[in-house]
């Protein structure tokens, strides 16, 4: 399985933005779709969800009411729309994928795109 993801760039403070994550591969299906980041200096975390069973997205605390996932799971998509950003959102964005049901956690992860926030 592969994760393609797109979309990053440099925006100003209070802007917009729009990652997309693209998952191909042979045989498999995806359960949840994710994106993590991380900051020049700093571990890689948490930043939404979505389980396509259940359609229910999970935000961290610190992008709640800002950043709205979403996706196809038919196509194995998932998109990370990113409004009102700030600086501290800086970060190389990560999309991931959980395709075991049986095993928790993601088990495989995109490239990263880098995203920019200039204050």
């Known amino acids: 399985v592969q994760l393609q993801a797109s979309g990053g760039g440099l925006v100003q403070a209070g802007g917009s933005l729009r990652l997309s994550c693209k998952a191909s591969?042979?045989?498999?299906?995806?359960?949840?779709m994710g994106w993590f980041r991380q900051a020049p200096g700093k571990e890689r975390e948490f930043v939404a969800s979505?389980?396509?069973?259940?359609?229910?997205?999970f935000y961290a605390d610190s992008v709640k009411g800002r950043f709205t996932i979403s996706g196809d799971n038919a196509k194995n998509t998932v998109d990370l729309q990113m409004n009102r950003v700030r600086p501290e959102d800086t970060a190389i964005y990560y999309c991931?994928?959980?395709?075991?049901?049986?095993?928790?956690?993601?088990?495989?992860w995109g490239q990263g795109t880098l995203v920019t926030v200039s204050s």
């Open positions: 591969g042979r045989a498999f299906t995806t359960y949840t």
């Open positions: 979505i389980r396509w069973a259940s359609s229910s997205p």
């Open positions: 991931a994928a959980d395709t075991d049901i049986v095993t928790a956690g993601y088990d495989y």
